[in-house]
T-cell receptor
């Protein structure tokens, strides 16, 4: 157990739907990062939050949004889903000056 | 624009021999490099890192080499063990507004390492 908890582990949904992925960071970590891993691709950075505020943004689609709550957990919202959104979505957390710890990911399948 | 590239999708080696995984990058602003290992159904786990001020970092069986002039890094695993079989990702940070060594990471596509008994 890495200490970073992602739920759900698997999600199957239809095109056009909206889903929410949840991440609880490791205790004490203020930063949360979201990454997307599509088939045969490396992990693509989506967005970073630090202590509730957006810190950095990557190639995140406008249909996607995220937030970090006061208890530091984070949610990634994916809407108007398309087949191409099927991927593994990883959350990672870190404390200032330390490295990342990844969760085990959420596998999203859009049918 | 693939700023971090792992050109070998897979590598197969015999137990006890050396495994060498390679990674190339294009962004000269990257100042911190990391290797992650990933098993199926798990998230990536940190393996070893190197700052751009160094050219080598060693941790047990794992050594990372950095050649800044060639924008190339490699991970050496000696001796290789069957338990090392996994996907290995190279990642880099720096070169953007984030600025910290543990901000946004740019990952390569990964190399599947298989170590045969």
């Amino acid at each position: 157990d890495s200490g970073v908890t992602q739920t759900p582990k698997h999600l199957i949904t239809a095109t056009g739907q909206r889903v929410t992925l949840r991440c609880s960071p490791r205790s004490g970590d203020l930063s949360v990062y979201w990454y997307q891993q599509s088939l045969d691709q490396g992990l693509q950075f989506l967005i970073q939050y630090y202590n509730g505020e957006e810190r950095a943004k990557g190639n995140i689609l406008e249909r996607f949004s995220a937030q970090q709550f006061p208890d530091l957990h984070s949610e990634l919202n994916l809407s108007s889903l398309e087949l191409g959104d099927s991927a593994l979505y990883f959350c990672a957390s870190s404390a200032t000056g330390s490295g990342y710890t990844f969760g085990s990911g959420t596998r999203l399948t859009v049918v | 624009d693939q700023q971090v590239k792992q050109n070998s999708p897979s590598l197969s080696v015999q137990e006890g021999r050396i495994s060498i995984l390679n990674c190339d990058y294009t962004n000269s602003m990257f100042d911190y490099f990391l290797w992650y290992k990933k098993y199926p159904a798990e998230g990536p786990t940190f393996l070893i890192s190197i700052s751009s001020i160094k050219d080598k970092n060693e941790d047990g069986r794992f050594t990372v080499f950095l050649n800044k002039s060639a924008k190339h890094l490699s991970l050496h695993i000696v001796p290789s063990q069957p338990g090392d079989s996994a996907v290995y990702f190279c990642a880099a940070s720096g070169g953007d507004a984030g600025g910290t060594s543990y901000g946004k990471l740019t990952f390569g596509q990964g190399t599947i390492l298989t170590v045969h008994p």
